[in-house]
């Protein structure tokens, strides 16, 4: 998937000393999964078996718990979180042709995130700056009234650096 | 004790206007239950914790708030409960109504149409169809394991998969996933089945109140309404579970599924070999018409051509080399009845003792030594008992797959707190859950629990007691095992002294502790050496004679408990009754009227040597193949062809088959009557629920034609009427007609009609008297690695298949999830041959070799290699060991030395 999975012995070393701090009582299973994220920017599917083990929980039951919660990604995420805009006014003005765009420009579909693990897209409710509509943030920047040639511009900043 | 304690008190109240008491802490809902009302429910099962999901359940209770789900709630004194009141309607209605807006409500097509409790209660309360319209939640069918579907769109999340799942499984390899609207059960990861943890018991399938989980096999299969159920016993392993076979009658009636009966020893439960393992029965390959050897094939005859032939060619023999050049093998996969007549007509009519059957390459060894040191050779303990040790001991015998229900009992008590203590070579799935692993090499275990028993004398942690009341030499033990120290031991085992002397104690002090043993014990040169130390170390610590304790081994097939008990065995007449007593043997000479052979009968293996060496001329083999089941099978092969004559009767044209003169085609256990004897000494009905294929006949048809064209008229109305004579000669067995053994069976010794059984052996006192305790030596295998074969070989059977394949490797599903066999390797030692996972392999020992994929696993030891003993392709008993444990004469299946290279 990505091109730059994970070393196992890397991931170990990364991983053991999170385990080590929480301890093995079960109810560290969120914490652990949150430092996880903290440290590898995603839940790796390695790292989530090891912590399961480790504290001796079914990785069913893991697993349940971690696509429970919305704050948990379960793929490598991008440098640049894409987040368009779908909220009703962004909506009425050609948001959903901006997600489009996007996605062509990038490749993939929303949810997803490019093999060069540069940029993740995602559509979100309501971005709650309707007046600039349609928007989309990169990261913590709001780029307002976007159209599909703005798109490309918007990405190219990105595309290097 | 006071009263108060151990009896709880009692709690009145009122269900619908009836009164009703039930001991405090009861719910609401079992409360109802006594009082024969039936509350609608979804989520809640008697295998399960409620946990009150569905709501379903919900009732009113006076003067509480709202309305409480009955499930979940206790009961208080003078509460008054409806069950059906107004409110009550309208919200189970309500309730239903929104659980329809997530279901695809296919009656139409969906096979649980008519055993479907959702499709019951939507009747019920007359809810056609639901009020949302909104979306409906969508997730494809999981098609992907070969056993059963999982549609989504019918599951209505009651959790009851998933609890049985962790609750009795402990597998959990589903669970939730997702939230909300998008709410599915799922595998981690969503990996199909096969992928994650999951055994395949379908429990899952069994408690789902929809049909949200299909057996694949059962699907098109008929309408629930066109199906009736026929209570019988599982024809696969000694656990003896009881089931349920479902049948559609018809011009050929078939049977369409199986479901778990709730008989003593499995309550329900079964494992996949008896829910999904039963499509052999409807095989094109059974055996339909005897056959006759013409050239290299076979053409088909009729019944009477082919039993004049066996008749004749049999007579001759026996006329011309006399009786002992004739041997029979008898089988633990038939019934008591007929395994009772099968060796009376080796003995009665043709006058020789040489019958025998496989029980002699699982069990001879617990038979010969817990018979020396106990005075009986069975499993002491019951299985509902073994829930009540505190500790578990097991040493050799991999429980969870090789007698999948009784482990639950094993995974019961761990639940409770109970300890365990698992010893083998490979890291089973019980060794993943232990507390202590003493992962011995192959062997061993002599050097082990003589340790073990070293450490426990020596740190005074006997029970005194009943070692000066209830055994015997003890002195003579005490000093055999001087020798045997934990470092000693640490030696020849590999396990570190302070893991031995760790179990040593445990075992010793735990209050109730369970010894479970298998075939890992008994294969070997020393097997009964090593079950003489079990029993010593049992005895030795008082643990045996008690609930909870006791020495347990588990018997492999089916009815291998029972084809020794009838006599299946070269040295006893049935009831383990010895020829050489006069006494005993005019009993049976009275019963059956030729003078009786008094001269030792062969074991299997000599049997086989025999034929070799010309001395056994004709072989009579009923549904055994020891051409795949018997060690250096190319020797097996040379022996039974040198022959002059050999029939086999069997369901299928086995390995062994192949070779014979005759075949008789014979029926399977769901197309007869019978009974079958279980591990625990149980003995069940078995019924029939549909006909034998073609002109099949039931194996004790068969033996009564034969016996009678040999001079000997056996009539019998049927099996109940061997069964009554069987009562009239064996004394455990007095109390075993039909009439009397019950729903559930009953457990010898049950001398006489009416007497309830005896679940736990050696109570009072020991079957001989006091137990007597023989001095240990410790004795390597008969071979043992060197330079030229350096690794050991231990073989051993899989949950998916059964013992020589010829039945599960014709269910469709067993064979699609295990199609092929496989030598587990070491990553190190795979490593240092070069081998990686999933390669072909050549194995070879002195005897022979075979060529198939190596499985590279640390469940082996570095020095141990496993292969299954199921696949013919690759015969592990091509490689393995005739040579034999002197008094048991049962081979060494269990080791040898090898050599891997990649092939
Ligand atoms: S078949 Fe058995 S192990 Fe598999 S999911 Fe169902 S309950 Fe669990
Ligand atoms: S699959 Fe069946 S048992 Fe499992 S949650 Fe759905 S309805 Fe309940
Ligand atoms: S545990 Fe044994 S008896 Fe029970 S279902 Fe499985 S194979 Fe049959
Ligand atoms: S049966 Fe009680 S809540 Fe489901």
New interface residues.
Partial sequence: MSAVALKEQELKQRLEPILVRHGRAPSGLIPIMQDIQAEFGYLPREAVEEAARWLKIPLSKAYGVITFYAQFHLKPRGKYVLRVCLGTACHVRGGEKVLEAVSQELGIAPGDTTPDLRFTLERVACLGCCGLAPTMMVNDQTFARLNPQKVKEVLAQFAES | MTMNSCQPSLVALTVDGREVSVPAGTTVFEAARAAGIEIPHLCHHPWLKPTGACRLCVVEIKGARGLPTACTTPVAPGMVVQTESERVVEARREILDLILANHAAECLTCEKAGDCRLQDYAYRYGVARTSYHGERRQYPPDESNPFFYRYHDRCIMCGRCIRVC?EVMAV????????GFRTKV????EVGLEE??CVFCGNCVAVCPTGALQPKLSVGQGRRWEIHKVRTVCPYCGVGCSLDLEVRDGERPRVVGVSGGDGPTNEGLLCVKGRFGWDFLHSPDRLTRPLIREGDGFREASWDEALDLVARRLGEIREKHGPHSLAGLCSAKCTNEENYLFQKLVRAVWGTNNVDHCARLCHASSVVGLGMAYGSGAMTNSLADLEQATLYFVIGSNTTEGHPVLSLRVKRGLRAGAKLIVADPRRTELAERADIFLQHLPGTDVALLGAMIHVILEEGLENREFVAARTEGIDELRASVAALTPEYAERVTGVPADLIQQAAREYARAERAAILYAMGITQHTTGTDNVLAIAALAAVCGQVGREGTGVNPLRGQNNVQGACDMGGLPNVLPGYQSYRDGGLRRKFEEAWGPPLPTGDGLTVVEMMEAAAQGRIRGMYIMGENPMLSDPDLGHVEEALRSLDFLVVQDIFLTETARLAHVVLPAAAFAEKEGTFTNTERRVQLLRRAVPPPGEALADWEIICRLAERMGYPMSYAGPAEIMDEVTRLVPSYGGMGYAYLGEGGKQWPCPQPGHPGTPILHREKFARGRARLFPLEFRPPAEVPDTEYPLYLTTGRILFHYHTGSMTRRARGLQAIRPDPYVEIHPDTAAGLGITDGQMVEVASRRGSIRLRALVTDRTAPAVVFIPFHYAEAAANVLTNPALDPQARIPELKVCAVRVRPA
């Fill in positions: 962790d959990n390899a589903i669970d939730y996933a997702y939230r799922a595998t981690a990861y994650s943890p």
